[in-house]
């Protein structure tokens, strides 16, 4: 399970050259909320489908604000931030009905973050015994449904 937060670290690696840019920066800042993948957008705070998902349902909740550390985020943004962190619990519980949730947030490039400059938390729907099969295929994921298709159940529901 140590590798439980990878999968999706090197594909950010390779694709996040431009330093200038920041993903989360640019969906926050751009109008086609369904190209961005952004499915809701708080006060201070939004819910976006990550682009390579770990599993159909992988969402991640950042502030607006570009900031590294939690401790930099303002206290209105992290009770929003949490406050949406249970609102995709009960979203991701109904849409998909998994058995268990994660919900993480790496801070810092050496704690595993592909995007260490703006914070985020991730909350993705589990199952039983969904990790001891990604082990036994490598890095092969198993996604059931186009990102368009997660976007379109999971928009809705928020
Ligand atoms: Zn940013």
Redesign the pocket.
């Known amino acids: 399970m140590k590798h439980l937060w990878t999968p999706w670290r090197s594909k950010y690696m390779t694709e996040k050259k431009d330093a200038s840019r920041?993903i989360?920066?640019d969906a926050a800042a751009g109008s086609e909320d369904s190209e961005s993948l952004v499915v809701y957008r708080g006060e201070f705070t939004f819910v976006i489908l990550n682009r390579y998902p770990y599993t159909s349902g992988h969402l991640m909740i950042a502030p607006y604000a570009?900031v590294c550390r939690l401790t930099q985020a303002s206290e209105a943004a992290t009770g929003e931030l949490m406050r949406l962190v249970r609102r995709a619990e009960t979203v991701l519980q109904r849409v998909y009905n998994p058995h268990g949730l994660n919900l993480g947030m790496n801070l810092g490039e050496a704690a595993g973050a592909g995007i260490e400059?703006?914070i985020h938390m991730h909350v993705l729907p589990r199952w039983n015994g969904d990790a001891n099969f990604m082990t036994s295929i490598g890095h092969t994921r198993v996604i059931p449904e186009t990102l368009e298709q997660t976007y379109a159940k999971l928009h809705g529901a928020f």
């Open positions: 920041c989360f920066c570009h400059q703006h």
